[in-house]
């Protein structure tokens, strides 16, 4: 089963679950990939602890012109949907930060004038936490296209049991990168104003896609009842709620899993699981 961990927004706890489930899954005997998809601020290295084994470029394929061949048809500006190359009287310019890597302009180029370069955007890192594989990527600073490098990732990943995915947080196209293939998606969101209005728009955004999915409700002993209000009216699994403990937080500070220094947590993960197994399987 691939889970995808996501949230409306962030600081909900979404790498604290994915995480934690990943651990405690693999305490269980399965065979469990970690994926962190949250390649702009990736985060599960600092709980998983992962020895890196494999760490390698990843590149997109951005335009490059050559000006003495170039007619100045305009032709590669007139198919780029994104303005990442435009022809403005017979000079061509290009603005690799906008490109999808289509190779559009380069086909459509009566005179062969356009190539594709490499373009690195960050790096691809594969290893092992204990019985955990591990796979992350990180974006270069200021790359502004993460979902090629997450391609990377969920490419990456290996034959398990179970795959966690840590989703980038919001409803955007990092987001729907990352669920790509999934079997189940588990949201995690907080019982606050903002929490709902993000929650709302997660689950959106699942139901386009037309995958199943669950909430998780983290620090459930504060805000209000409207979270679980509106997951009742519209027919939610509320699989798991998580207290805002102190003992928690306090590991959470350290790098430290709740499912290690908690049995309590422990056994709540594991229920998780066993419930997410009964979700996935319908």
Do not use: W
């Amino acid at each position: 089963m691939k889970l995808a961990v996501a949230s409306g927004k962030g600081g909900t706890g979404k790498t604290t679950v994915a995480t934690n489930l990943a651990y405690v899954a693999s305490l269980g005997g399965r065979r469990v990939a970690y994926l962190d998809c949250d390649v702009e601020e990736p985060n599960g290295a600092i709980f998983l602890k992962p020895t890196i084994e494999d760490d390698q470029s990843v590149a997109t394929l951005v335009p490059a012109v050559d000006e003495d061949r170039c007619t100045g048809c305009g032709l590669c500006g007139q198919i780029c949907q994104y303005s990442a190359i435009i022809a403005m009287n017979k000079t061509v310019l290009t603005f690799a930060e906008l490109c999808h890597g289509c190779g559009g302009c380069s086909l459509v180029c009566p005179a062969g004038a356009i190539h594709e370069d490499r373009r690195e955007i960050g790096r691809l890192q594969v290893g092992r936490a204990g019985a955990i594989a591990f796979v992350q990527g990180v974006l270069n600073v200021g790359q502004a296209m993460s979902p090629p490098l997450i391609r990377a990732v969920n490419a990456a990943a290996p034959a398990a049991d179970l795959t966690v995915a840590d989703c980038p947080p919001g409803t955007s196209c990092p987001v729907i990168e990352s669920m790509r293939g999934a079997d189940y998606v588990l949201l995690v969101t907080e019982p606050t104003p903002f929490g709902l209005h993000d929650l709302r728009l997660a689950v959106e955004t699942v139901r386009v896609l037309k995958l199943p999915f669950g909430v998780l409700i983290n620090r459930s002993d504060v805000g209000d009842s409207r979270t679980r209000e509106f997951c009742n009216t519209g027919r939610i699994p509320i699989l798991a709620e998580i207290p805002d403990v102190r003992e928690v937080a306090e590991a959470y500070s350290h790098g430290v899993l709740a499912a290690e220094v908690s049995s309590h947590y422990r056994a709540g993960f594991e229920r998780l699981l066993a419930a997410l197994d009964q979700e996935a399987s319908r």
